[in-house]
């Protein structure tokens, strides 16, 4: 089984070498940011479909963790440049 890179701590705090300490993951800060932006997609999606339904919640969820995986591969590139 792959580790998940999840960016580290987002906001740590204190000292945060305590595992329950660090703050919410960077994956998982990005991840809620994209949030809004896989709803938005899955609705639109049914819609053109004329599904009419609500689209299940674990895969706007996943969604929004692709585009927070896609967002820290985007940000280690840069920092390579």
């Known amino acids: 089984m792959s580790t998940i890179n999840d960016g580290g701590s987002a906001f740590p705090f204190g000292d945060y070498t305590n ?3 660090q703050g919410m993951s960077l994956r ?3 991840a809620a940011a994209a949030l809004s932006i896989a ?3 899955w609705q ?3 819609d053109e479909n004329n599904e009419g339904e ?3 919640k674990s895969l706007v969820a996943e969604e929004a963790y ?3 995986d896609a967002m820290l591969a985007a940000r ?3 920092a390579s440049e």
């Open 44 to 46: 639109k999606h049914n």
């Open 66 to 68: 692709e585009y927070a």
């Open 54 to 56: 609500e689209p299940a």
């Open 76 to 78: 280690k590139e840069a």
């Open 28 to 30: 998982d800060y990005f």
């Open 19 to 21: 595992e329950g300490e």
């Open 39 to 41: 709803q938005a997609n």
